[in-house]
Every structure is written in C-alpha cells, then in structure tokens.
T-cell receptor, first 112, second 115 residues
Framework: GNSVTQMEGPVTLSEEAFLTINCTYT??????LFWYVQYPGEGLQLLLK?????DKGSNKGFEATYRKETTSFHLEKGSVQVSDSAVYFC???????????FGSGTRLSIRP | DADVTQTPRNRITKTGKRIMLECSQT?????MYWYRQDPGLGLRLIYY???????NKGEISDGYSVSRQAQAKFSLSLESAIPNQTALYFC??????????????FGAGSRLTVL
C-alpha cells in the first residue's frame, strides 16, 4: 500500500543553518506530495505541495522537489530561523477520492 | 473566527465514559476528516466523510463512531473511552475537486486524556 517515510527527529540546528528533512514515499503511479507544518499548540497547516514529477513546491523560503526516480520529496531551507521551530509532516495522496497519508513527523528546533 | 473549530480543546475523562468531540467549519468544504496524533506515529485517519450521506472508516476506526449532522458539522464519539485512546485529535476539511482537493485545513486539535 501507499506509505510515507521521513527522517526521525528531533533535529536541532543553529539559526541561519541549512536544513534538509528527508521524505521518501511508496506508491504506484503519480501521487501528489505535501509538506505540512505544525507550530506549537496549533493544528497542521499546508507548507507546500507538488502534484507531478519534477515539480518544485516552495513557500516561506522552504522548497521541495518531486523526484520520481528516487521516490523522494525532501524539504530544504537555506537559512533557518528560530520561528521555523515546529513539527514537519510529509504526506501523499493519490487521486481526488483518496485518503491522505502522513509520515510520522520530524520535530525541528532552532537555537538562536 | 477559525475556519475549522473543534470543541472541547482539552478534556480529561475516566475509563468507560462516553465522549463526543465536535467539529464545525466555515470553509464550505464537502469533505471532513478525523485524525488522531500520537507521538512518533504521525497522524492516523479514524473516519472521513465526502458528503453528508457518505461516511467511511479510516485505518483505526475501532472504538470510534462519527456523525455528519450537516455539511458544516462532523462529530467523533468514543462510546466507552479507554486509556489508549488518550491522544490529540484533529478535525480537517478539504475541497472535493480542483487544486484544493486533498489539501487539508485543520482545526487546532482536541486533547483527550482517558484515566
């Protein structure tokens, strides 16, 4: 079945460091891929998405590229800020009638 | 006001009690979902509804039931709560088609503790 695997946390970085959070998926065909972010005490919110191979989603300085050949959708940011401290979830869906499947989440902490 | 409102935000109850978590939305979305979040396990789907007359089980529906009272309202019930149902519960909505299909809008969550 469809599944999402993302790197375990917690990830702790200093401010202005480069961030990568790895996400790989298992699915037949061409799922849509998403990154959601959960700030402390809040629900999840969409960060970015990509719907076909080689698409790059971007938002708030974060980027992720849909790589069909490696079944990956890694999240990157060139210079993180303390305000980026949150839990990040990779997710996939396949088809408009499908359920959305989430990875286990990666907690990111940024030191000033 | 929030687009997706969950009540209560926090609840402590005892084993065997009946609990209802309520969700209402102002997004006008047809699709509504209930997820459960546990540390290290991500979000797991409990039930989902694609319209008022459509209710579907998710991956962990045992011990839960739902009611879709209207397009805007979707409630989750635990008929007889047990301690391993202690978790953070999220309601979410999405559009049916177009670029917003499968993009979820979440409520702020309901934290349930079963003693």
């Amino acid at each position: 079945g469809n599944s999402v695997t993302q790197m375990e946390g917690p990830v702790t970085l200093s401010e202005e460091a480069f961030l990568t959070i790895n996400c790989t998926y298992t699915a037949t065909g061409y799922p849509s891929l998403f990154w959601y972010v959960q700030y402390p005490g809040e629900g999840l919110q969409l960060l970015l998405k990509a719907t076909k191979a080689d698409d790059k989603g971007s938002n708030k300085g974060f980027e992720a590229t849909y790589r069909k050949e490696t079944t990956s959708f890694h999240l990157e940011k060139g210079s993180v800020q303390v305000s980026d401290s949150a839990v990040y979830f990779c997710a996939l869906s396949k088809g408009s009638a499908s359920k959305i499947i989430f990875g286990s989440g990666t907690r990111l902490s940024i030191r000033p | 006001d929030a687009d997706v409102t969950q009540t209560p935000r926090n609840r402590i109850t005892k084993t065997g009690k009946r609990i209802m978590l309520e969700c209402s939305q102002t997004k006008g979305h047809d699709r509504m979902y209930w997820y459960r979040q546990d540390p290290g396990l991500g979000l797991r789907l409990i039930y989902y509804s694609f319209d008022v007359k459509d209710i579907n089980k998710g991956e962990i529906s045992d011990g839960y039931s739902v009611s879709r009272q209207a397009q805007a309202k979707f409630s989750l019930s635990l008929e007889s709560a047990i301690p391993n149902q202690t978790a953070l519960y999220f309601c979410a909505t999405s559009e049916t088609r177009g670029s917003g299909a499968n993009v979820l809008t979440f409520g702020a969550g309901s934290r349930l503790t079963v003693l």
